[in-house]
């Protein structure tokens, strides 16, 4: 009989330190957690102090050497560097050290690969992966060439490699298009949200911080929610019926990460970008982790690099349950803050009571008097607004409610 057991991997990470106040170490450990959610076992971890990666190697001479004794010592299958490696560096390293060598990214989008499900985040993975390779290409050219110099020896790889590059920018171009169509239909959707002025609340937040739990606790949206990094990939969105009757659409988003492959945000910029066109958002925060700080900076930042700006945001520190909170910690740049845990519902009232009241100071309160004629219009408000109290008179309805500034000439 045939052994079908697929062997998992042993790998050795490796980091670059630059300064002496950088939180390498903390890297390396995320780097760990995405190794194991990936299938690989960490045997070691090699750390070099340097003013910059080597451009060649990634390390110097003397630290490649010492990671050669301990892939020799641990058995290692391979090496996982903390940063995305040149073509160079990538092709360099594996001559050098005759093992399978790995960067962030491709850990990443294997993940990545791993977890999406619908068709969107297949193509939006795929795309992702065939960009990151394509850069690589150029690397064939040598095991391309390994039968020698000569006549009929030069011609046949170099053909192979454009033949590869051109399949693969074939496909790239295809899934580009193939990711239009789908974009062109979330924009649609999108904007059928807005003719309807229907609000929107955006999830967003580090990876693993609890926002599909979240979602799935306030609206038992049944998705995917474990305590591993990228759980869920394709955004879901769902109803929260609010105190008061209105409704709000609650959309999922990605997990951010540190070092997040750019490949990925131009791939998934359809999909993170819901928190773009969101009225609210709720950023959610894994309080329990001591990275907290530097992990609430890393979604900043990427939420500026998307163009988010001039939203209400309401930060959500989740897991405050656990024995590990940090019940000290603040964010200066959220409207609002909340302690929460998404887990068992402890303060979702509170974030209901908050959306509520945010929303509603973004309405005029009105008394309106309408004749039965004009019966219709309580309807627009009805949909649109929060009808506070009508009464039935002889003469028509008497109104009071709160309504949306863009429906105000309507009514």
């Known amino acids: 009989m045939f052994d079908m057991t697929q062997t998992q991997e042993r790998v050795i990470l490796v980091g670059v330190q630059l300064s002496d106040g950088d939180d390498t170490q903390a890297s390396l450990d995320e780097l760990q957690e995405l190794a194991d959610t990936a299938g690989a076992v960490t045997v070691g971890r090699i750390v070099q102090n340097r003013e910059k990666p080597?451009?060649?190697?990634?390390?110097?001479?003397?630290?490649?050497?010492e990671l050669k004794e301990l892939i020799w010592e641990t058995e290692a299958t391979g090496i996982i560097c903390d940063d995305e490696l040149s073509p160079a560096q990538l092709n360099n390293l594996s001559s050098l050290l005759d093992a399978k060598v790995m960067d962030r990214t491709l850990i990443i989008l294997d993940i990545f690969a791993n977890r999406a499900t619908t068709r969107e985040g297949k193509i939006q993975v795929e795309l992702a992966q065939l960009k990151y390779r394509a850069a690589r290409l150029v690397g064939l050219r040598d095991s391309l060439s390994r039968l020698?110099?000569?006549?009929?020896?030069?011609?046949p790889g170099e053909t192979k490699l454009e033949v590869d590059r051109r399949r693969v920018h074939d496909r790239i171009s295809w899934l580009k298009g193939e990711l239009k169509d789908v974009e062109r239909h979330r924009e649609v959707t999108r904007q059928k949200?807005?003719?309807?002025?229907?609000?929107?609340?955006?999830?967003?937040?580090?990876?693993?911080?609890?926002?599909?739990?979240?979602?799935?606790?306030?609206?038992?949206?049944?998705?995917?929610?474990?305590?591993?990094l990228f759980a869920t990939l394709d955004p879901t969105t769902r109803t929260l019926e609010l105190p008061g009757g209105e409704s709000v659409l609650m959309t999922d988003t990605v997990g951010f990460i540190r070092k997040l492959p750019h490949h990925l945000i131009e791939a998934f910029k359809s999909t993170l970008e819901e928190a773009k066109y969101a009225d609210i958002i709720l950023h959610v925060v894994d309080c329990s982790n001591p990275q907290a700080d530097t992990q609430m900076?890393?979604?900043?930042?990427?939420?500026?690099?998307?163009?988010?700006?001039?939203?209400?945001?309401?930060?959500?520190?989740?897991?405050?349950?656990r024995p590990g909170c940090d019940t000290s910690i603040r964010d200066f740049q959220a409207d609002h803050i909340l302690k929460i845990s998404a887990a068992t519902g402890q303060g979702l009232d509170d974030v209901k009571e908050l959306l509520a009241k945010i929303l509603r100071d973004r309405k005029i309160y009105v008394e309106r008097f309408y004749p039965y004629k004009d019966a219709g219009k309580v309807q627009i408000i009805r949909k649109y607004g929060q009808l506070l109290s009508e009464e039935y008179l002889d003469e028509g309805i008497a109104v009071t409610a709160y309504v949306p500034v863009e429906v105000i000439e309507k009514v």
């Open 54 to 65: 080597h451009p060649g190697t990634y390390l110097g001479k003397g630290k490649i050497e």
């Open 148 to 155: 020698g110099g000569g006549i009929g020896t030069r011609g």
């Open 193 to 228: 949200r807005m003719d309807n002025h229907v609000p929107v609340v955006a999830i967003v937040g580090y990876t693993n911080a609890g926002k599909s739990t979240l979602l799935n606790t306030m609206t038992d949206a049944g998705i995917l929610a474990e305590d591993q």
């Open 297 to 321: 900076h890393v979604v900043y930042e990427t939420l500026k690099s998307l163009g988010v700006n001039d939203k209400v945001m309401i930060t959500l520190f989740n897991k405050c349950d």
